[in-house]
């Protein structure tokens, strides 16, 4: 059974660095995508980006330039990084794996609540 | 970027009873990239349907996608307890893939 369990810190103040790691079990690595996706009561579901097993990376580009995603195949965890963060970066983050980059997500990590305040 | 616009926002309807969701997007969604997301709070959205009409694994078959072009529907033939939640629709047909704003089903 897949399952995706991440962690990271849930409060930040401005400006500084976001930060989520996403752990996959249960299934292959090398055979998805591996996406983050935010929700947050102001603009609903947002999808960030996605990164393959390799390193190839497509980002939304509303985020481009901030964000950065990574990924240790060894130990099947991706990561997610939002520099310069604002208020407007409160939500939801999600962890997801998809079948291919900017696709529909089959299995959903359980969430972490990131709030940005000073 | 494409928008989603989901109606009607909220659905108000007895267990047993037929649910249509609409998802209406800004252009014509390419190949029919279209899923449809259930969540319900404090969980994780849950796939549903892809490719606008096939049933991702271990979904009922109480529920049903349709349409292409820039209509589609999520249909539940006949609504049971656990279906009542908020649905989402989403398009992976252009990037960058986005959602729509979602219609609650409530019970009445």
């Known amino acids: 059974q897949v399952q995706l369990q991440q962690w990271g810190a849930g409060l930040l103040k401005p400006s500084e660095t976001l930060s989520l790691t996403c752990s996959v079990s249960g299934g292959s690595f090398t055979n998805y995508y591996w996406a983050w996706i935010r929700q947050s009561p102001g603009k609903g579901l947002e999808w960030i980006g996605d990164?393959?097993?390799?390193?190839?990376?497509n980002y939304n580009p509303s985020l481009v330039g901030r964000v950065t995603m990574s990924v240790d195949t060894s130990q099947k965890k991706f990561s997610l990084k939002v520099t310069s963060v604002t208020a407007a970066d409160t939500a939801v983050y999600y962890c997801a794996r998809s079948w291919s980059s900017s696709y529909y997500s089959d299995y959903w990590g359980q969430g972490t609540m990131v709030t940005v305040s000073s | 970027e494409i928008v989603l616009t989901q109606s009607p926002g909220t659905l108000s309807l007895s267990p047993g009873e037929r649910a249509t969701l609409s998802c209406r997007a800004s252009?014509?969604?390419?190949?029919?990239?279209l899923a449809w997301y259930q969540q319900k709070p404090g969980q994780a959205p849950r796939l549903l349907i892809y490719g606008a009409s096939y049933r991702a694994t271990g979904i009922p078959d109480r529920f049903s996608g349709s349409g292409s072009g820039t209509d589609f529907t999520l249909t539940v033939s006949r609504l049971e307890p656990e279906d009542f939640a908020v649905y989402y629709c989403q398009q992976y047909g252009s990037s960058p893939l986005t959602f729509g704003g979602g219609t609650k089903v409530e019970i009445k």
């Open positions: 990164i393959s097993h390799s390193g190839i990376t």
């Open positions: 252009q014509s969604v390419r190949t029919t990239s």
